[in-house]
């Protein structure tokens, strides 16, 4: 038996919770946030068996999405009054870090 942590973000949520309804895959979705961005994020959290990882790995490639997006990037005031960073830069964000590991027992009450 597995553990996946998946983190993704908030615009991949609902697309991806129904298609693990679909799949029949049991999560439990926690409400989370990104430090880079400071953006949401839903981690899910899937206790799995050994042959289902990877059908449940490629169900979230296929639904969590890589995008681009504009950010203003923070003022420092060290810069000597120069505005360094105050214009929009182009980031990619979304897609999904996943982490899988291995459960040594598994109870479900």
């Not at 169900?59 to 003022?75: A, G, L, T």
Request: glycine share 8%.
């Amino acid at each position: 038996m597995k553990l996946i942590t998946a983190i993704v973000q908030d615009k991949d949520t609902t697309k991806l919770s129904n298609a693990f309804v679909k799949a029949d895959v049991r999560a439990t979705r926690l409400t989370t946030s990104g430090g880079f961005l400071r953006s949401g994020n839903t981690t899910f959290l899937i206790a799995i068996e050994d042959e289902r990882v990877q059908a449940v790995l490629d169900i979230i490639q296929s639904v969590s999405k890589k995008r681009k997006q504009y950010m203003v990037p923070p003022v420092s005031l060290d810069a000597g009054g120069a505005h360094v960073g105050a214009y929009p830069v182009e980031v990619e964000v979304g897609g999904a870090t996943v982490y899988t590991q291995s459960i040594e027992s598994f109870h479900q009450f």
